[in-house]
C-alpha cells in the first residue's frame, strides 16, 4: 500500500447521513484520486486533485464531494444524495510526470444500513 | 473518452501453466498501460507497466506485450503459484487535455489451481 493510508478500513452509515472517508500520502505525490469499486466491476474515478485547493470531477462525482486543503490529505464526503452509496472505496496518488503510475490505499467499505 | 475491455472475466489454470489476459482501448492517444492486482478485500497492486513506445516489457514471470496498431495489450504470467491467485485489470492513461486519467478495464479473476 506503499504511504497511503485511508481510514476507516469499515464503516457503516445509515441513509440520509453524511460521511466522510480520510486519505493520506507520505509519498509527496502532486496528484490524488477517489474511486468506486462496486463488486465484480472495475473502478471508476469520483474525484481526483493534481495540486492543492484545486480538484475536478471523474466519471461518477455526483452526490460526492472533496477538498484539497493540504498535499498529503484528499478526504472524500459521501453525502445523502448518492443514491446506491455502499461500495468498496480506493485512494490513490501520483506524480504529474511521465510515469503518472498510481499507487493505491487499502480502501474503505462503507455499508449503509 | 477511453474505452477499455477486459477479457476473460474469469480464468482457472493449473499451477505451472501459462496465463493470458487480454485488454483493447480505444482511445489512440493512450500512452501509458499499468496492470494491477487485487487481493481480496485489498487495494490494487501495481505489478508491471509499459508505454506506448515500447513493444514488450517482461519481470521475472511476467510480461506484458502492446500492440498500437490494433489497440490491444496482453498481460502473460508463466509458471504460475496458487498465490497468482486474483483479480488483475488493466488500465489506460489517456495523453491530452484533462485526460490524465487511469481508464480500467471491469476485470479478470485468476484462479490457480494447484
Known amino acids: 500500500d506503499g504511504g497511503i493510508t485511508q481510514s476507516p478500513k469499515y464503516l457503516f452509515r445509515k441513509e440520509g447521513q453524511n460521511v466522510t472517508l480520510s486519505c493520506e500520502q507520505n509519498?509527496?505525490?502532486?496528484?490524488m484520486y477517489w474511486y468506486r469499486q462496486d463488486p465484480g466491476q472495475g473502478l471508476r474515478l469520483i474525484y481526483y486533485?493534481?495540486?492543492?485547493?484545486?480538484?475536478q470531477k471523474g466519471d461518477i462525482a455526483e452526490g460526492y464531494s472533496v477538498s484539497r486543503e493540504k498535499k498529503e490529505s484528499f478526504p472524500l464526503t459521501v453525502t445523502s444524495a448518492q443514491k446506491n452509496p455502499t461500495a468498496f472505496y480506493l485512494c490513490?496518488?501520483?506524480?504529474?510526470?511521465?510515469?503518472?503510475?498510481?499507487?493505491f490505499g487499502p480502501g474503505t467499505r462503507l455499508t449503509v444500513l | 473518452g477511453e474505452n477499455v475491455e477486459q477479457h476473460p472475466s474469469t480464468l482457472s489454470v493449473q499451477e505451472g501453466d501459462s496465463a493470458v489476459i487480454k485488454c483493447t482501448y480505444s482511445?489512440?492517444?493512450?500512452?501509458?498501460f499499468p496492470w494491477y492486482k487485487q487481493e481480496l478485500g485489498k487495494g490494487p497492486q501495481l505489478i508491471i507497466d509499459?508505454?506506448?513506445?515500447?513493444g514488450e516489457k517482461k519481470d521475472q514471470r511476467i510480461a506484458v506485450t502492446l500492440n498500437k496498431t490494433a489497440k490491444h495489450f496482453s498481460l502473460h504470467i508463466t509458471e504460475t503459484q496458487p498465490e497468482d491467485s486474483a483479480v488483475y485489470f488493466c488500465?489506460?492513461?489517456?495523453?491530452?487535455?484533462?485526460?490524465?486519467?487511469?481508464?480500467f478495464g471491469s476485470g479478470t479473476q485468476l484462479t490457480v489451481l494447484p
Open positions: 509519498l509527496n505525490h502532486d496528484a
Open positions: 488500465a489506460a492513461l489517456g495523453a491530452s487535455g484533462s485526460a490524465r486519467q487511469l481508464t
Open positions: 490513490a496518488s501520483s506524480t504529474l510526470g511521465l510515469t503518472d503510475t498510481q499507487y
Open positions: 482511445d489512440s492517444a493512450s500512452n501509458y
Open positions: 509499459i508505454r506506448s513506445n515500447v
Open positions: 486533485s493534481q495540486i492543492v485547493n484545486d480538484f
